[in-house]
């Protein structure tokens, strides 16, 4: 958003995000099921018990962890929904999603249920938080921002580069060419660092293609989220590969699989979708 000016309507991104969901879960499961034949056998819900825990009765706890689930959706869409005139509207339109959550972060310190209380924030910062992932994350946005400045040149050079190609092109090849320029540079390249390459640079080529910029800007982000080939791709990825339960021959034979999947649902079902929903 701050990189190409651009406005993102919640309730879009959310439809977009659902639907996006959906299809790739169902898209998962019968290519899992088919294609890959994964044996899931260990996972027989009849055998796999949550710590002991009665899974069919939700405890006061988990019933209030949903309600509050609930109010923070709810929060977060009402701005986009309902008109600014009226005063909570207005009160979390001006602090922001980062307010929303910082308020329900503190609500919920101060909350207390069954006598206790219903968050201990010290063992939640100490134990609930990946660090390594923070600081990696936090290292990973201010490289961001060195690369696409102005004094490293790279996006004139990518301009440049494929400008020719994406000019001559039509709105759907334009389309085609910049997602599978995304979904591959995404798993090589950190992928925070891709979109915020990327999406400068295409948005001068979106308006003159006449495609519809915030769509454009959530696909790409969609497929930059796919990066999981290589352990340099995503802090996600890094994980992956430093986990031993996960074999890296099964790393590099899925994932390029679970790629050309998200490509081909993009491409064939969320690029019409998306001129629906995002208008």
Same mark, same amino acid.
């Given at each position: 958003?701050?990189?190409?000016?651009?406005?993102?309507?919640?309730?879009?991104?959310?439809?977009?995000?659902?639907?996006?969901?959906?299809?790739?879960? *169902?898209? &998962?499961?019968? #290519?899992?099921?088919?294609?890959?034949?994964? +044996? $899931?056998?260990?996972?027989? %819900? @009849?055998?796999?018990?949550?710590?002991?825990?009665?899974?069919?009765?939700?405890?006061?706890?988990?019933?209030?962890?949903?309600?509050?689930?609930?109010?923070?959706?709810?929060?977060?869409?009402?701005?986009?929904?309902?008109?600014?005139?009226?005063?909570?509207?207005?009160?979390?339109?001006?602090?922001?999603?980062?307010?929303?959550?910082?308020?329900?972060?503190?609500?919920?310190?101060?909350?207390?249920?069954?006598?206790?209380?219903? *968050?201990? &924030?010290?063992? #939640?910062?100490?134990?609930?938080?990946?660090? +390594? $992932?923070?600081?990696?994350? %936090? @290292?990973?946005?201010?490289?961001?921002?060195?690369?696409?400045?102005?004094?490293?040149?790279?996006?004139?050079?990518?301009?440049?580069?494929?400008?020719?190609?994406?000019?001559?092109?039509?709105?759907?090849?334009?389309?085609?060419?910049?997602?599978?320029?995304g979904l591959i540079a995404t798993n090589f390249?950190?992928?925070?660092?891709?979109?915020?390459?990327?999406?400068?640079?295409?948005?001068?080529?979106?308006?003159?293609?006449?495609?519809?910029?915030?769509?454009?800007?959530?696909?790409?982000?969609?497929?930059?989220?796919?990066?999981?080939?290589?352990?340099?791709?995503?802090?996600?990825?890094?994980?992956?590969?430093?986990?031993?339960?996960?074999?890296?021959?099964?790393?590099?034979?899925?994932?390029?699989?679970?790629?050309?999947?998200?490509?081909?649902?993009?491409?064939?079902?969320?690029?019409?979708?998306?001129?629906?929903?995002?208008?």
């Open positions: 958003k701050e990189m190409a000016s651009i406005f993102i309507d919640p309730v879009a991104y959310t439809i977009y995000s659902f639907l996006f969901g959906m299809i790739a879960l *169902i898209c &998962y499961t019968l #290519v899992g099921k088919y294609l890959l034949r994964l +044996d $899931v056998s260990k996972y027989d %819900s @009849t055998k796999f018990k949550m710590g002991g825990i009665d899974e069919k009765k939700l405890t006061n706890r988990q019933k209030l962890v949903c309600v509050l689930l609930l109010i923070l959706v709810i929060s977060m869409l009402a701005p986009s929904i309902l008109p600014s005139s009226i005063g909570i509207i207005a009160l979390l339109n001006d602090i922001g999603l980062t307010g929303i959550v910082a308020l329900m972060i503190g609500f919920m310190v101060f909350l207390r249920i069954d006598g206790k209380s219903f *968050i201990n &924030y010290r063992k #939640v910062f100490a134990d609930g938080v990946i660090w +390594d $992932v923070v600081f990696l994350l %936090s @290292t990973a946005l201010v490289m961001s921002k060195a690369l696409i400045s102005a004094g490293t040149g790279i996006q004139p050079f990518l301009a440049q580069l494929f400008g020719p190609l994406l000019m001559s092109s039509g709105p759907i090849f334009f389309v085609a060419i910049a997602f599978a320029l390249i950190n992928n925070m660092v891709v979109t915020l390459l990327l999406l400068p640079i295409m948005a001068v080529f979106t308006a003159q293609q006449g495609v519809n910029l915030a769509f454009f800007a959530v696909a790409l982000t969609y497929l930059s989220g796919m990066a999981l080939l290589t352990p340099a791709a995503s802090p996600v990825a890094a994980i992956l590969y430093g986990n031993e339960w996960v074999p890296k021959s099964a790393i590099l034979k899925l994932v390029p699989i679970i790629m050309l999947m998200y490509y081909l649902i993009t491409m064939i079902i969320m690029v019409p979708l998306g001129k629906i929903i995002f208008g």
